[in-house]
Every structure is written in structure tokens, then in C-alpha cells.
């Protein structure tokens, strides 16, 4: 907040209104702390005396005199520091101070001796050597005055002697905001928000005679990559910390302070946004610098110490000979500021967005600086952040000033003007705001207006259309100003008939007792094993995912069922005694094309609760009947031909639903394997229907019958036949037998043992008959009987004695 | 004769009132009543009486028989009610004891709030409309105004499946495919599972649920998007929940909008829940960028449209106050019977 007080005046207004008040104007603030707030009670001290401690020969007993903190008497403190001695200003945590991570500091007596309190070091008040450099990381911390800062004053708080007590707010700037990644660019959105003035001078410099030309050459090979490319000299310079006020601007915001020459960079990119780069002459080859595509297999050390191979699709600075650095990503470390530079070029200069963005990428590494680039930058802002550069060196003292410059400018420098209508405005918006307050909402973010036409500052290389023009006006009037309409004009609409479907099917499936569940679309390739896929299964063959957060998500479902094994898996695990499961989801099936198939499916799952088969077959049952599928049938599955997933249910328990001779889905109890597979100890059931190709054969119409007039007549039969002869065999044979009278046939009884041979089975059936033109007679019912008999014994079964 | 009648009426009266079950009962009646009853015999004996005193002692016998007539059917209807009473009474059970378990299945707690936002978007004239999962790139960037290198592809990282084909990150993919198929008027909103490169923790899902919103026609305001999303925070929050607007950016929409929601807990306060801000962010939205209008084939001079994006776990946590995201996607039978 000190370094945008530089720019404009908040003092007035408390952190929560500016922040709050940005936020609403499109600046979004994630978060914003006060420095040292941690720290309390730990005030500036002088030390009198140090003398060794009586019982001990590591620790030192000190006189402090901590100013009106200790009312005008020393206090007494025990160290173990050995970088201490009288004379020594030093920061001291009082009795009852707190400091970083929540430390707290009592009095108390070591070995012996009263000791009032702690000295503190560089890292108890949670700072390193780089924001004081002249102190050291292990011992007290000696304090300097330093220029230009507050003098220190006995008992003064710590945080105020050191400059730890600045706030920094730290926004979330989107992607098309790239001139709000600068201290300027916020003052600029404070301006017109808070709508208060603001000032950006003109860096001056006041430079030495030079020519710059006879000292570097700068070619750029590819101007489409790097349209501008400003390069400056900087003669005799004193490497060395930078100033207090610097290093303290560039820690709050998250920079490490290393030398003036690299902060007066970083400072500037904070400051105008736009990335410096500065190198060392002598490692200019030839004295020149290249702006060209790498050549294949070239390599560079960057500034991180790691070599990089690159290839020619880079954009690399180079000498005569090699590359010196990756542009608009790092430097190399090669040409880096050293301790015995002599001579800088500062580089200002502006690469193409997409270019650094693909070169980061490849070589893994986005700096500070590619981030900025990719976003894309400004050309014509790298000359006031070179000036800036060379003001800051000649403020620090650092360096000569050449005072001419290298500017390879190949932009195009016409003002970009998009249309400003207000009354399309308005009519956009939906609003009614007057022209005047639009051209100040514009005034007031630096646009000019100019004949029908507004103008952008250079910075707002978003600002491309109409619309863009309206978001200004919007925002900065208010987005919360705007009204709130309803949509003019009636519109109709339904579901489709898929989504009916689906829904009938939900509900359905919760009458009947079923629970819901949301499982992710990604699967392991291992979850097929887990099912007993056969190895040669269509359903391995799956769409894949090639950046998968790790194996277990790796793959897309091509069956609902491990999903749902998992689930019943982990409810077994949670102790839950019985569960009831269904889910619809689609499954992805590879096709040929460019995109899978993603046809609907629901899976249904259950354990526990004395169920058995016939509780999932009775839910499957009476949910397809729900929805208005009829005259399905089931058979016992005994291979994979259809559904793969039959191998994953007992070979015995297991039906293929099928209407029309089209499979739509499987039921079946799990396969003990499987079961023990997923770790669930008791029997588990689940089906799958293929929910798509059922749509097509569900009937939405529903007609009335009448009711009938004439009664029924009901025989009831007992019948014993093999039992390895499925029921459904008989049932079809007895609808067949009866014909139209037929109003229902009910197996009521299966029954093996006493009185029934072995290898037999009795099964009991009511039938009920009914006609429409009249009552039945006993001969008519006992006629249908006989067929009925007669039919079965075609099958083997006859009438129970 | 007559003290012989006395005497019946107050026996039968008193073994009318001593007697206790359904067939004494018909013993008494047959006892004085019936034909070889007692009352009968006396009456029998009336032909031995004098002219004078037959029709007294005939009015008198008439009297008896009516009055015993009358306590017997007293008498049993008492009795009948008694027993019935009695019966009741020996019925009586626990009413306290629990209900014979009838299972009706939940819905997912995410199906559940879905529901409810097509059922509000539909009352308005939104179509439901759904796509691919699988998707290409052309429709889940390129034709959003996202080109390849585009910055913004950074904020939404992608599960690829080979170059051009992904799992789409948002259901504005689902946008394009409509605008390219269908000429305005379009009201449409997609709900659909969407894919982000994001690891597993409570706030953040690699899988979770987007509804897109798109209106498309002549005369279609940034006002109307600011009433259409309040009318749909009214809906599924109440009357007196409060929206806000904060510009935003997203390359397919400008302008475009964040919109927050007045924090539940602290109305604005700031509290722990909505990070100290007094508002928790809900949704993004704008109105459809010139440049994807026209990508589309429909001519941005003409008409003018708005989107909208929702994270359905976002407000079904929300709505439930549910603290952990993964809860959703664990689907324990102890969860999802709350909802």
C-alpha cells in the first residue's frame, strides 16, 4: 500500500472499503495482510552490557536499555547468542511479547538468572538475510540505520523501526488484465473506482554522454516474435544491496530482494508491468545482440543453473554466438549480474504472447516474467519502464547512464479506436445511464473520446469491440446499479423425451426403494480384472485419458458396473448392513469416429437385507413395467456374447433380459470372485439396462381398457416336471395353450421333496380366465385345462397326482 | 295370580341384570318368554279366571311380558356394548412401537437440486439440452474464443484425450453445438458432468456438474441476465437472499460477471465460512462475445444473447451445508438417506 500511496492517496479510506471497493470494480481481492501482525512487544534496545553468565559458558547475561519500554530502566536478558556486544542495537521480544507462529515470550530464569525477555534474530521476526542483508541468519540481529529510513529510537516498536508494518493486498487479476499486474495499473483502477486523482510522472534521468551504438548492436531476425526491443547501457556500476524502501516494496510483494541491479528490474516490472532484463556486456559476445529463433539442438545454462536444449520454434536473445537468453522467459546464467559487473544493457522489449507461452511450456519452466508476456504486453510501455530503470539507478547511486538507447520499434503505434454509441450502450446494457456519465466512466480509466470513437490507453490491449467499451461503462458505473429484468417474450418448453424417460425411471427406481449414486466417469483399466472382464473383451477397448491424475482415473467407464461395485464395496466397508443402489451414467464407447458413443445406462446394486436374486429381478420387473416397457423376457445367461459383463455375475444366477430378441440388460447375483475382489462379505446383486435402446421401445401412451363385465374363472394347477426345466418354459406354454381367455397366469408354489421324485420339481399356477362376451362356462375352463396339459407334455411336465 | 306375576317380572328382572353373556341371555328369554316359559304358563292358567279379572290380569301379564321384553333388549344391547368394549380393549396395543419399514429410495442429493433448477428454468421457457462429454477442442475453446495459447485455457486444466479431443471442461460446449443447430430464439439451459485436471479434496473434484445457461434473441440485456440469475437465487435460496455482480473475464462472454451470494451464516458480516468476505461466489456469466455469436453464424448486430455457468455441487454444498465435497462422490447409504 506504500508503493501505491507513491501513485495515489487511500489514506482515507480503512482496508476493508478499498478492498471491497476494488473487488466490485472487477479487481478481485483474494486476501490482504498487514505485516508483522504477528509480532507485538518486541521494541528496539540497546545493549549496555554483556557479560558471561555464572553457571554456564555458552550463555551471556545483557543489559538492555529498551528506552520508555522498560520506564527508563534496563532490563536484564539472557542470550545464548555469541554475535552480541555492548554497543549493539538490537530488536528485543519484552515479557508477554508475541512473534511469527505464534511464539510467545515470558520472563523467566535461566539456569539461575532472571531473564526478562528474548534479542531477537533475522528469522524469529520471520525475515531472511535478503531483506537485511548486512545481518547475519544465525544470531542476533545487529541493526544498521540506513539511509532515508527512520532513525531508531530506543523502545520504538520493532515493526516500526524496521518498516514491517506495510499492507499488501494481493488480487486475483484475470487473464485479459494484464495492466493491472502493475502497481500503476492498480493506482489507475483506484482512480476510477474511488474517483480520486492520480499521478504517473515521467522517469527522468539525467544520464552522461555515450553513444550506444558504438558500444552494442541489436538485430532483431524475427519481427512477428518480437516487434520491439529497447536496449540501454548502464556504465561503472556498484552492485550492492538495494535500499531499505526497495527491499521492503519487493518483499511485501512476494519478491526476494538480491542485488540492486536484479531488484531495480523486478521493481519495474511490478511497478509498470512490464518485464527488464538486465545482463552483464561483458558476456556479450561481440558486443551484439540477435533477437532469433534457436537453432535445433542449441543450448543454454539459464539463471536456475539447469541446461536446456532448444529448438528452433524458441526465440532466444543471442550474441555472436550463442544464446544468452530464453526471451521473455529466463536468462542465462552465464551472461548474469555478478558481483564484479562493470558494464549492464537493460533490455526492455516486447515477444510475442503465444510464442513464450509454447517455449515456457516445452522447457518447463514460467517465470514471473513469461506469465506476464503470454498475457501479452504492452510495446509501447517498455520505454517508460526502461526510463524508470535508469531513474531508479541514478537515485541508488548504482551506476552511469548512457543517455542514448537502442529502440528496435517495428509496432504499429496507430491509437486503436473502437466505436463508442451510446445508445447501442444502453440498449446492450439495459440500461439508461446518460452519455456524460459514460464519458466519465471512460474519462476516468484513461479512455479518450474522440468523434463517435473511443480510445484506449495502449496499456488495455483487451479492449478490442463494442462490447468491451459497454463492460467499461458497466463496470465502473456499477454492475450492481444496473437493473434487473425479466426476459421480454414467452417461451414454452419440455423435457425431451429422453429426459421424461430418465426421470420416470428415477422415480420409479426410488419407489421401489433404490438410493441414488454419482460416481466418476474415469476408471482404472485395473477395474475390469476386478470384474472378471475376459481378456479379449470389447469393453477393454476404452477412450484414454492421457494426462490422467493418476492410473485409478485413467480411463473412461465402458460399463456402469465397477462404479457400482466400488460403492456397494465401500457401504459393505462402512459397516452399512444393507444398501440399495441405483445409477444412470453414461458409458463411453469407442466408435471409429473422432468422438465415442456415450449411450445412457442404468445400473442397479444391493446387499444385505435377506435379499436375494429375486429381489433385484423383482425391482428390475417392476421398474421396466413402470416406465412402460412390456413383454420382456429372461433367459439364463451363460456366456459373454452380449454383455460382457455376464462374467462377472454366478454362472447359475444370472438372467439376460431380452424384448423383441434385443438384449436390454442383465441381472444376476455377483460372482463370488468379484465379491471377493471388492472385499464384500456377503452376496451382492446388481443388473444393468441399457436405458438408450429402451427409450425406443417404451410405450408413453397409456389407453384405457374397459373393466370387465363377466367374472373370472380360475383353475389352479399343479405340475411336476425336470427341475432343470426353467419356469418361464412352462409359462409360455400355458399362455400358449389358454389363448385369449387368459387373463393372468400366477406361479404361486415350487416345491422339491417328500412326494416328488428326485430330479423333479412341483409348480403351482393359478390361471385365471376371462371372456369378454360372457361368463365362462366349466367346460370352456376345463377345455383350456386339457390344452393346457396337453402342451405341457410336450415339455415333459405333466399334472401333479 | 297377580302376586305370581310380580314375582316373575322381579326375578327375570333381576336375572336379566345378574346375567353376563349372550346365550344366558337366550336361556332367559326362553325361560319366560318361550312358548313352555314361565309367563306363558301363567298365562295359561287365564281360563280359570273371572270375567272381571281376566282382562286385569291380562293387562297386567301384557305389562310383564313387555316390560321383561324391554329389559331383555336392554339388557343385550348393554351387553353387546360391553363386549365390544371389552373386546377394544383387549386390542389395544403399543402405539409407540415403530412402523413396519417401508423403503422409498432418495435421490442424490445433486439429482435433487438439478431438479430443481430445470424445474424453474423450464417455468421460464428453457429447454434442457444435452452433449457430449467427450468433446473436441473446436467446441470447448476454439469456438468459445479461446484459441490454442490462449491464457485463459490455463484457469480450466484439461483431461486430453488425444490432440484435438478432450473431456470438456465446461458445459459451454454444449452452446455452440446449439447456436450452430438452431436459429434464435434460443433458451436453453445444459446441465451436464464436466472434467478438470484438479486433484481430490473437499472443495475440489476432478469430476463435477455445470449448468450452462444460454438466451439468445433481439433485444436480449445485460439487465435481463442480472434479473434471470436473481430470479433463480430467489427460487432455490428464498425470497430474501441477496446477489452481486463483480466484473470478471472469461474469453466468451463480455461483459462478464462473478456473482456472489450474501453468505448464509454472517449476511454479509464476513465470518470463517465465506472467507471474511460476506459473499460466496456462485456463478460466472456475461453476455455472449460478439466474436462467438458470429462464429456461430449469428449476426451480433442483430442479436444479442447471455450464458451463464453454475456449479451444481457448489450449490448443492450450499444448499445442505455440506462441508466436504467428497461426500458426494462416496455415496454412503448414512448420507445419502438425508436428503
Known amino acids: 500500500m506504500r508503493w501505491l500511496s507513491d501513485y495515489i492517496d487511500v489514506s482515507d479510506l480503512s482496508i476493508k472499503e478499498f478492498c471491497s471497493g476494488l473487488t466490485i470494480s472487477g479487481s478481485k481481492v483474494e486476501r490482504w495482510e498487514t505485516e508483522g501482525e504477528e509480532i507485538s512487544k518486541v521494541v528496539v534496545g540497546k545493549l549496555l552490557s554483556v557479560v558471561p553468565h555464572e553457571n554456564s559458558d555458552h550463555l551471556v547475561v545483557c543489559q538492555v536499555d529498551v528506552g520508555h519500554a522498560g520506564n527508563g530502566e534496563p532490563i536484564q536478558i539472557v542470550t545464548g547468542a555469541s554475535n552480541v556486544k555492548a554497543g549493539d542495537i538490537v530488536p528485543v521480544a519484552m515479557d508477554g511479547s508475541t512473534l511469527p507462529g505464534g511464539v510467545k515470550i515470558k520472563k523467566g530464569k535461566l539456569r539461575g538468572v532472571e531473564s526478562n525477555g528474548m534479542l531477537c534474530s533475522l528469522g524469529e521476526l520471520g525475515l531472511t538475510t535478503h531483506d537485511f542483508p548486512y545481518a547475519i541468519a544465525d544470531g542476533i540481529f545487529i541493526m544498521q540505520e540506513e539511509e532515508g529510513c527512520v532513525p531508531f529510537e530506543l523502545g520504538m516498536d520493532i515493526r516500526e523501526a524496521i518498516g514491517l508494518n506495510d499492507t499488501s493486498v494481493e488480487f486475483e487479476i484475470t487473464s485479459n488484465r494484464p495492466d493491472c499486474l502493475s502497481v500503476i495499473g492498480l493506482a489507475r483502477e483506484t482512480h476510477a473506482t474511488f474517483d480520486r486523482p492520480y499521478t504517473v510522472k515521467a522517469p527522468e534521468y539525467k544520464g552522461v554522454e555515450g553513444d550506444i551504438n558504438s558500444m552494442l548492436k541489436v538485430e532483431i531476425h524475427n519481427k512477428e516474435l518480437c516487434p520491439r526491443y529497447i536496449a540501454g547501457v548502464v556504465k561503472n556500476v556498484k552492485i550492492g544491496p538495494s535500499p531499505r524502501w526497495m527491499r521492503e516494496r519487493l518483499r511485501a510483494s512476494g519478491v526476494r530482494p538480491i542485488n540492486n541491479f536484479v531488484d531495480i528490474t523486478n521493481y519495474v516490472m511490478l511497478e509498470y508491468g512490464h518485464p527488464m532484463h538486465a545482463f552483464d556486456i561483458r558476456y556479450i559476445k561481440g558486443n551484439e545482440i540477435n533477437i532469433r529463433n534457436a537453432k535445433q539442438g542449441e543450448t543454454i545454462t539459464t539463471l536456475d543453473g539447469v541446461e536446456r536444449t532448444l529448438t528452433e520454434k524458441m526465440l532466444v536473445i543471442a550474441d555472436a554466438e550463442k544464446p544468452v537468453a530464453v526471451a521473455g522467459v529466463m536468462g542465462g546464467e552465464y551472461s548474469g549480474i555478478m558481483d564484479d559487473t562493470v558494464d549492464v544493457v537493460f533490455e526492455a522489449a516486447c515477444f510475442d504472447g503465444a510464442s513464450v507461452r509454447t517455449t515456457a511450456k516445452a522447457l518447463g519452466m514460467r517465470t514471473d516474467a513469461s506469465a506476464r508476456f503470454e498475457k501479452g504486453i504492452d510495446a509501447q510501455n517498455a520505454y517508460p519502464a526502461l526510463m524508470r530503470a535508469f531513474e531508479l539507478v541514478e537515485m541508488l547511486g548504482c551506476g552511469e547512464v548512457v543517455n542514448t538507447i537502442i529502440d528496435a520499434d517495428y509496432t504499429d503505434k496507430t491509437p486503436k479506436g473502437v466505436e463508442f454509441n451510446p445508445t447501442w450502450i444502453n440498449n446492450f446494457l439495459g440500461t439508461d445511464i446518460s452519455e456524460d456519465v459514460m464519458r466519465s466512466c471512460l474519462e476516468k480509466l484513461d479512455f479518450k473520446i474522440e468523434n463517435g470513437m473511443a480510445y484506449a490507453p495502449s496499456v488495455r490491449i483487451d479492449i478490442e469491440c463494442k462490447a468491451d467499451v459497454a463492460e467499461e461503462v458497466a463496470r465502473i458505473y456499477g454492475y450492481n446499479n444496473i437493473p434487473k429484468t425479466i426476459i421480454r417474450g414467452v417461451a414454452a418448453a419440455e423435457l425431451t423425451e429422453k429426459q421424461k424417460f430418465e426421470r420416470r425411471i428415477m422415480n420409479a427406481m426410488t419407489a421401489l426403494g433404490a438410493y441414488e449414486i454419482t460416481t466418476y466417469s474415469f476408471i482404472s483399466p485395473k477395474y475390469f480384472d476386478k470384474i472378471r472382464l475376459p481378456e479379449d473383451s470389447k469393453l477393454r477397448n476404452t477412450v484414454v485419458i492421457t494426462n490422467p491424475l493418476g492410473e485409478d482415473t485413467s480411463v473412461m467407464r465402458t460399463t456402469l458396473l465397477p462404479s457400482m461395485c466400488e460403492v456397494l464395496a465401500r457401504n459393505y466397508n462402512n459397516r452399512n448392513a444393507s444398501a440399495c443402489l441405483f445409477e444412470i451414467g453414461s458409458e463411453y464407447l469407442p466408435c471409429g469416429k473422432e468422438l465415442p458413443e456415450e449411450p445412457v445406462r442404468l445400473s442397479v446394486g444391493m446387499y444385505g437385507g435377506n435379499r436375494d436374486f429375486y429381489d433385484i429381478k423383482g425391482i428390475v420387473d417392476a421398474m421396466l413395467k413402470n416406465v412402460g416397457v412390456e413383454d420382456f423376457e429372461y433367459t439364463a445367461c451363460t456366456d459373454t456374447a452380449v454383455f460382457a459383463e455376464a462374467s462377472s455375475f454366478h454362472p447359475g444366477r444370472c438372467a439376460v433380459i431380452t424384448k423383441d430378441g434385443k438384449a436390454i440388460g442383465i441381472v444376476g447375483e455377483l460372482h463370488p470372485e468379484v465379491l471377493e475382489n471388492y472385499g464384500i462379505g456377503v452376496k451382492a446383486y446388481a443388473a444393468k439396462l441399457n436405458v438408450t435402446e429402451l427409450l425406443d421401445m417404451a410405450t408413453a401412451v397409456k389407453t384405457y381398457k374397459p373393466l370387465p363385465k363377466f367374472p373370472a374363472t380360475t383353475r389352479d394347477l399343479a405340475i411336476v416336471c425336470d427341475e432343470s426345466l426353467p419356469v418361464a418354459e412352462l409359462e409360455k406354454a400355458i399362455k400358449k395353450a389358454v389363448g385369449n381367455i387368459l387373463e393372468t397366469v400366477t406361479l404361486f408354489d415350487v416345491y422339491q421333496g417328500k412326494q416328488i421324485a428326485a430330479g423333479k420339481k412341483s409348480v403351482a399356477y393359478a390361471i385365471s380366465m376371462r371372456s369378454h362376451e360372457g361368463t365362462l362356462t366349466d367346460e370352456q375352463a376345463d377345455a383350456a385345462v386339457k390344452r393346457v396339459l396337453k402342451e405341457l407334455a410336450a415339455l415333459g411336465a405333466e399334472l401333479r397326482a | ?339
Not at chain 2, 68 to 75: G, P
Not at chain 2, 214 to 234: H, P, Y
Not at chain 2, 268 to 292: D, F, Q, R, T
Open chain 2, 1 to 339: 295370580m297377580k302376586e305370581q306375576l310380580e314375582k316373575i317380572r322381579q326375578l327375570a328382572e333381576k336375572e336379566l341384570a345378574e346375567c353376563g353373556a349372550a346365550d344366558a341371555l337366550e336361556n332367559l328369554r326362553v325361560k319366560y318368554l318361550g312358548k313352555k316359559g314361565e309367563l306363558t304358563a301363567i298365562l295359561k292358567q287365564m281360563g280359570g279366571l273371572s270375567a272381571e279379572e281376566r282382562p286385569v290380569i291380562g293387562q297386567l301379564a301384557n305389562e310383564v311380558r313387555k316390560s321383561i321384553e324391554d329389559k331383555l333388549a336392554a339388557r343385550t344391547a348393554a351387553l353387546k356394548s360391553e363386549l365390544a368394549a371389552k373386546k377394544l380393549k383387549e386390542e389395544t396395543i403399543d402405539v409407540t412401537l415403530p412402523g413396519k419399514v417401508q423403503s422409498v429410495g432418495k435421490l442424490h442429493p445433486l439429482t435433487v437440486t438439478l431438479n430443481e433448477v430445470k424445474e424453474v428454468f423450464l417455468g421460464m421457457g428453457f429447454e434442457v439440452v444435452e452433449g457430449p462429454e467427450v468433446e473436441t477442442d473446436h467446441y470447448c475453446f476454439e469456438a468459445l474464443n479461446m484459441p490454442k495459447h490462449h491464457p485463459a485455457r490455463d484457469t480450466q486444466d484439461t483431461f486430453y484425450i488425444s490432440e484435438n479431443v478432450l473431456l470438456r471442461t465446461q458445459t459451454s460446449s454444449v452452446q455452440i453445438r446449439t447456436m450452430e443447430n438452431k436459429k434464435p430464439p434460443i433458451r436453453i439451459i445444459s446441465p451436464g458432468r464436466v472434467y478438470r485436471s484438479d486433484a481430490v479434496d473437499a472443495t475440489h473434484s476432478p469430476l463435477f456438474h455445470q449448468i450452462e445457461g444460454l438466451v439468445i434473441d433481439k433485444g436480449i440485456t445485460f439487465a435481463d441476465l442480472c434479473g434471470t440469475l436473481e430470479l433463480l437465487m430467489q427460487r432455490l435460496y428464498g425470497e430474501d437472499c441477496k446477489i452481486r455482480l463483480r466484473p470478471h473475464h472469461f474469453p466468451y462472454t463480455e461483459p462478464s460477471a462473478e456473482v456472489d451470494i450474501m453468505c448464509f451464516n454472517c449476511h454479509g458480516e464476513g465470518c470463517p465460512m465465506c472467507k471474511n468476505e460476506g459473499y460466496i461466489e456462485l456463478l460466472g456469466a456475461g453476455m455472449v462475445h460478439p466474436k462467438v455469436l458470429e462464429g456461430c453464424g449469428i449476426d451480433p448486430e442483430v442479436y444479442s444473447g447471455f450464458a451463464f455457468g453454475i456449479g451444481l455441487e457448489r450449490i448443492t454444498m450450499g444448499r445442505y451445508e455440506i462441508n466436504d465435497m467428497r461426500l458426494l462422490y462416496e455415496n454412503d447409504m448414512r448420507f445419502l438417506g438425508q436428503f
